[in-house]
């Protein structure tokens, strides 16, 4: 079974400190690995997809990074409209329909 | 483009009763699901269709029937709501395989 676990579950940053979250998973084959943010009240919003490991996806502030068994997405000198709930998700070769997703890493970003 | 639209925001149910929970995407996306968001659970799958007349069960399908007639459609009936059906309810739709979903904004369902 395809399983994805987010950490840390929280993390307070100070505007411009950077810091990175994680993204560990065990799946069968990879088909793709998932970045999203969601903000309260709304649906997930799609960052990247990282297919191959060794592969980085950069927008704006924000830097995801893929190897074999984890992810990580790096903030660099985050600002308060960064915060939000970070989620992961992976999608496997064996069920390419489906995302099977973290719990999520709810990141604030202090002026 | 609306992206993918769903329909209500908020519902109160009571228990035993049934709804429908619409969603509608204008993308032409083959891919579409329902998924369930609870606290400290992370996203899970309840259906999915791969095409218009094709759906299937996800993790989470038991008090929940789905039927998907055209592209853009794909609602989620609840059959007899339970407390345990209280929610927040996304739906989604994707091109295929590889390729990222895009998600409504959600419904809101709490079960009395």
């Known amino acids: 079974e395809d399983q994805v676990t987010q950490s840390p579950e929280a993390l307070r940053l100070q505007e411009g400190e950077s810091s990175s979250l994680n993204c560990s998973y065990t799946v069968s084959g990879l088909r793709g690995l998932f970045w999203y943010r969601q903000d309260p009240g709304k649906g997930p919003e799609f960052l990247f997809t990282?297919?191959?490991a060794g592969e980085e996806k950069e927008k704006e502030r924000l830097k995801a990074t893929l190897t074999k068994k984890e992810s990580f997405l790096h903030i660099t000198a985050p600002k308060p409209e960064d915060s939000a709930t970070y989620l992961c998700?992976?999608?496997?070769?064996?069920?390419?329909?489906?995302?099977?997703f973290g719990a999520g890493t709810t990141v604030t970003v202090r002026a | 483009n609306a992206g993918v639209t769903q329909t209500p925001k908020f519902q109160v149910l009571k228990t035993g009763q049934s709804m429908t929970l619409q969603c509608a995407q204008d993308?032409?996306?083959?891919?579409m699901s329902w998924y369930r968001q609870d606290p400290g659970m992370g996203l899970r799958l309840i259906h999915y269709?791969?095409?218009?007349?094709?759906?299937d069960q996800g993790e989470v399908p038991n008090g929940y029937n789905v039927s998907r007639s055209t592209t853009e459609d794909f609602p989620l009936r609840l059959l007899s709501a339970a407390p345990s059906q209280t929610s927040v309810y996304f739906c989604?739709?994707?091109?295929?395989?590889?390729?990222?979903?895009?998600f409504g904004s959600g419904t809101r369902l709490t079960v009395v």
């Open positions: 989604a739709s994707s091109r295929g395989p590889g390729y990222g979903y895009t």
């Open positions: 998700a992976v999608q496997a070769t064996s069920n390419d329909y489906k995302l099977s």
């Open positions: 990282l297919y191959s």
């Open positions: 269709s791969v095409g218009a007349g094709i759906t």
């Open positions: 993308m032409n996306h083959e891919y």
